[in-house]
């Protein structure tokens, strides 16, 4: 793999380009037969979080991904990728139904965070977000999770529960926006592309520090301005890397062991040769 010489500052921006692929798109393109189901039987539906069944070369999976919109109007409803609980809620119920019916998980996350707004803490954000770690850590199924854009925060993370987390090379994923960080630490928001490079927050550093499990190319002008190069190699990793999920006698298992050796420091290497 060609490494791009690009700054930190430089993949968040590009993360956040605004005709970037967004994972509906990512989800129309590489699925067939995509059957979207909204609402989380609770309270409404969250546009912020599509899914639904898909066919992924014929094989039955439930797909879930971030959305931000399209369009200011769409931005508005989406609230700009950050889910409301009812979000949460309805990927809940579609990871439950996946369970139910032993159907393989493929989410694709860029949401700068969960929306935090006081109606949805009063809805219950933060026990939506802990519902959803608690329940993908408890599934039997196979999970494969991308980070196509930005992934932040808890947000991100509980979409991100993979078995195999794969990240798109300009993609990022960190604990809170640059900004937000410079602004804690430093008490100055404008300090953010120092922050970049602080927070280690790109592909290849989190590749590193063994946070995800594999880096797929982009074209080197930015997958919004070529993406057809970056959809073959992407199609082409989530083939292989769900047959080796599928492959799993215990994926419940594996997903444990990644997340206790990741918890303890440790850089997680069990599997990563028959991916």
Not at 102 to 114: L, M, N, V, W
Not at 249 to 265: D, I, S, V
């Amino acid at each position: 793999m060609q490494v791009q010489k690009r700054t930190a500052a430089e993949r968040v921006a590009l993360a956040r380009h605004p005709k970037r692929p967004s994972p509906a798109s990512f989800i129309h393109a590489l699925f067939t037969d995509f059957f979207e189901q909204k609402g989380d039987r609770l309270y409404g539906d969250d546009e912020a979080i599509i899914g639904g069944i898909a066919l992924f070369h014929g094989r039955p999976v439930t797909v879930l991904g971030h959305q931000k919109g399209k369009d200011l109007e769409q931005n508005l409803r989406c609230h700009f990728g950050m889910p409301m609980p009812d979000g949460y809620r309805k990927a809940q119920r579609l990871m439950r139904q996946a369970e139910k019916f032993q159907r393989p998980i493929i989410t694709f996350i860029d949401s700068p965070g969960a929306y935090p707004g006081i109606e949805a803490e009063a809805r219950g954000q933060g026990e939506a977000i802990a519902c959803c770690l608690s329940l993908m850590s408890g599934l039997t199924v196979p999970i494969l999770a991308v980070i196509t854009g930005e992934g932040g925060s808890g947000g991100a993370l509980a979409l991100a529960m993979g078995n195999r987390v794969l990240m798109l090379e300009n993609a990022v994923y960190s604990v809170l926006s640059p900004e937000g960080f410079a602004s804690i630490l430093w008490k100055d928001s404008a300090r953010a592309n120092e922050a970049c490079d602080v927070m280690k927050l790109t592909s290849y550093d989190l590749l590193a520090l063994g946070a995800v499990d594999e880096v797929i190319e982009e074209p080197p002008e930015g997958a919004h301005e070529n993406p057809e190069p970056l959809l073959h190699l992407l199609d082409a990793a989530l083939q292989r890397n769900l047959a080796w999920a599928e492959k799993l006698p215990n994926p419940l298992g594996q997903r444990y062991e990644k997340y206790r050796a990741m918890g303890n420091g440790f850089l997680y290497t069990l599997g990563k040769e028959g991916a």
